[in-house]
Nanobody, 127 residues
Framework: QAQLVESGGGLVQAGGSLRLSCPAS????????MGWFRQAPGKAREFVAA????????YYADSVKGRFTIARDNDKNTVYLQMNSLKPEDTAVYYC????????????????????WGQGTQVTVSS
């Protein structure tokens, strides 16, 4: 079992920035991709970004492309999400997730492809 714990959420004004962190502990698997999802009130959980095992590949939702950056530090088993130019529509609970993979360039984009999830961290962007 792997455990994921998100941190870094909070309240920020539109145009501001936040950096989310998510360290993974426990039995994480020898090779895994990591991703970020978010869920706004009354809406389905949606994909935000994913990064492959060595960070060679990344993938972003169109809604965050150019504003968010996903990165990872495998020495720390940690994935990050740098969020810039935040908008009120970015308000949501943000979840990190871990997907066991067979290839080091995989960037899973569906929630069902992920094996472990964190509890989420709230991000609120005021207008």
């Amino acid at each position: 079992q792997a455990q994921l714990v998100e941190s870094g959420g909070g309240l920020v004004q539109a145009g501001g920035s936040l950096r989310l962190s998510c360290p993974a502990s426990g039995r994480t698997s020898s090779m895994y991709a990591m991703g970020w999802f978010r869920q706004a009130p009354g809406k389905a959980r949606e994909f935000v970004a994913a990064i492959s095992w060595r960070g060679l590949s990344t993938y972003y939702a169109d809604s965050v492309k150019g504003r968010f950056t996903i990165a990872r530090d495998n020495d720390k088993n940690t994935v990050y999400l740098q969020m810039n130019s935040l908008k009120p529509e970015d308000t949501a609970v943000y979840y990190c997730a871990l997907a066991r993979t067979s290839y080091n360039t995989e960037t899973p984009r569906l929630a069902g492809e992920y094996d472990y999830w964190g509890q989420g961290t709230q991000v609120t962007v005021s207008s």
